[in-house]
């Protein structure tokens, strides 16, 4: 097997990655970006609607970051760790203003200032916008600016597990998706920046990579997640196709009706109205559509008619193109069909507000693979971009504070290396079995049916054994496509993998957190119970089992109260 040997490996190549690895090039350590697509195509470039950032001079005179840290707090149910929202708040303002110097051209007021847009849970309008194509003027920036630095990049490399020596990481494999040859990446470092999982579920927003490889590897190398059980759900997906449509559709005055023409959102958060946070809108959709109030195929309609055809196609031109050209509907004249979809993953890999795992020596994560908390049981709208820079940004800089002390391991563990490869290899040589293809959908059905908006205790165990034999089932998993030249097939079932790893993490914490919270929510424990639960979930696979244990939430300054909006 081929050897190379970095100071940082950075696996990812989206906003978080990319933000990690210029920290760390810029201070002249080695480092490679190992991603499966080409960096600009990551999910990062697909976010719509905005970046969260207070901006002093800019933001609404009464607006204060302790105010965008209360907000997030309330947002997450307070499961967020609040020194960590404070950093987020605190920062935010001067990564949009270093974005805007590396080339975002955020959308302007008529005075000149960068613009603003509420998004939800907002108590003062803070979501910097470009158009609805955000993500992609970020990313874009983003790559222009780490291509002019030395940085190796290995874009189509996929990578497949890490190597460590007991607490210590060593290196990972990774393979060259164009000829699925693997390589041996000896390194003191790796920041995991591999984004989400949307793919897990049957009804996602996400992109087809979104798979979560990361959290998978993670866990296989014994590094926990923190707080897995949540899961978020978008208000919003186009009916039937599950594309987004942003809330900034909302932000700029949207409004969801139900069959009768009903602004059903008067009774579900009186004040916030269609602004409440995800969790509580796509419950309420599902309400409405459970009671018979929905449209034929269970959706509602989102209704931007009144904002007028020329601001529609200025502001939310993504919106509007995905509409006509996805469900045939002009959103000038008539309201657009959406439901609930999969949308973020508050969990992953446990860091702290540096961005260090606690468990293994060398490894890192950023971005939606991390949790560090800031966004606790329900994350705010436009608040992840922002996480994704403020805290790519710390991490990078932690690794380079790492890497000053750090010294390479002089163990080779050539043979984990090979044992790695051998046993992905071996989904190509199997002629019978099962097709990845059936054990994907039925889990992907699984976790949409039981794990999913609502969920009770009934329906989770019922989720669980079902995962659980998809487990069993995978073990004897073939792939048609023999080939070694792009087999998609290949890389497909190695994704499952990950995706059946973390869907057994997700059912036993799920299972075990016995009230509502945020995303979280349970018919047969509908309260939130914080003398019992105010605490993060942390779970560990072992094998086939899930270990849990916890760790307390960080408050600084709001203590819990009801969350009503
Ligand atoms: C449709 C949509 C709209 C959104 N809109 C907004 C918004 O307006 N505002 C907001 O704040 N948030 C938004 N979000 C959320 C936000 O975009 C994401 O959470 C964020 O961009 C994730 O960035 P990331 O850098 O962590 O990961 P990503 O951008 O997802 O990048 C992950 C990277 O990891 C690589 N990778 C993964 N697995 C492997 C592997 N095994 N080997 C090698 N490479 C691997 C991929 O190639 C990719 O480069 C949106 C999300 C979606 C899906």
């Known amino acids: 097997m081929d050897k190379t040997s970095y100071d940082a490996i950075v696996v990812g190549g989206g906003l978080a990655g990319l933000m990690a690895a210029h ?74 203003r270093i974005m805007e110097s590396w080339g975002t051209l955020f959308n302007r007021q008529p005075d000149g200032r960068v613009a603003v847009r509420y998004f939800g849970g907002q108590t003062y309008p803070r979501t910097r916008f470009v158009g609805d194509k955000t ?28 190597i460590r020596n007991d607490k210590k990481i060593v290196g990972l494999v990774a393979m060259e998706m164009k000829s699925m040859e693997p390589t041996f990446f000896k390194t003191k470092a790796v920041v995991m920046a591999t984004g989400g999982m949307g793919m897990l579920y049957a009804h996602s927003t996400n992109a087809y990579i979104n798979t979560g490889d990361g959290y998978g590897m993670a866990l296989r190398a014994g590094a926990a997640l923190k707080d897995p059980e949540f899961v978020q759900f978008h208000p919003t997906a186009l009916y039937p196709s599950d594309i987004l449509i942003s809330e900034a559709a909302r932000g700029e005055g949207a409004i969801l009706k139900n069959n009768k023409g009903e602004r059903f959102m008067t009774k579900y958060a009186p004040k916030k109205l269609d602004l409440a946070p995800r969790d509580i809108v796509s419950r309420s959709i599902i309400t409405e559509v459970k009671e018979g109030r929905g449209f034929p195929g269970g959706y509602v309609g989102l209704d931007l008619t009144h904002l007028g055809e020329e601001y529609i196609k200025e502001r939310l031109a993504l919106a509007y193109e995905a509409a006509l050209n996805f469900a045939g509907v002009d959103a000038t004249k008539e309201p657009i069909p959406v439901r609930p979809a999969q949308h973020y993953y508050m969990g992953g890999i446990d860091v702290d507000i540096t961005g260090t795992n606690y468990d293994l020596i060398g490894l890192f994560a950023a971005g ?67 097709h990845f293809g059936v054990v994907l959908n039925k889990l992907r059905e699984t976790m949409w049916e039981n794990i999913g908006i609502f969920r009770d205790e009934n329906g989770m165990k019922t989720g669980l054994s079902e995962i659980i034999k998809l487990r069993e089932m995978a073990k004897n998993m073939y792939v048609t496509d023999k080939s070694k030249t792009y087999n998609t097939e ?76």
């Open 23 to 96: 920290e760390i090039a810029v201070s002249g350590y080695k480092v490679a970006v190992i991603s499966k697509v080409f960096p600009t195509r990551s999910h990062s470039s697909s976010a719509e609607g905005g970046i969260a950032a207070y901006i002093q001079g800019n933001s609404d005179p009464n607006d204060d970051p302790q105010y965008m840290t209360y907000d997030t707090v309330k947002g997450g149910d307070y499961l967020v760790d609040q020194d960590a929202a404070e950093l987020l708040s605190m920062k935010s303002g001067e990564i949009v």
């Open 490 to 565: 290949f890389f497909n079932a190695l994704e499952l993998r990950n995706m059946l790893d973390l869907a057994l993490v997700i059912a036993n914490a799920a299972i075990n957190r016995t009230e509502s919270r945020g995303a979280h929510y349970r018919t047969d424990y509908p309260e939130r119970d914080d003398k019992n639960w105010l605490k993060h979930t942390i779970a560990y696979l072992r094998g086939n089992t899930v270990e849990i244990g916890y760790k307390p939430v960080k408050i600084t300054k709001w203590q819990p109260e009801a969350r009503v909006y």
């Open 135 to 162: 993500g992609m003027a970020l990313l874009h920036a983003l790559f222009q600016r780490v291509s002019g630095l030395n940085i190796d990049f290995y874009n189509e490399w996929f990578a497949l597990d890490l």
């Open 368 to 434: 939606e693979a991390a949790c560090v908390s800031v966004h606790g049981a329900n994350r705010l709208g436009s608040n992840s971009l922002l996480e994704t820079l403020v805290f790519g940004r710390e991490t990078g800089k932690t690794v380079v504070k790492f890497l000053s002390s750090a010294n390479e391991s002089s163990e080779s563990l050539d043979k984990e290396a090979e044992k790695i490869v051998d046993e992905a290899y071996s989904f190509t040589k199997s002629e019978s079995g099962v």
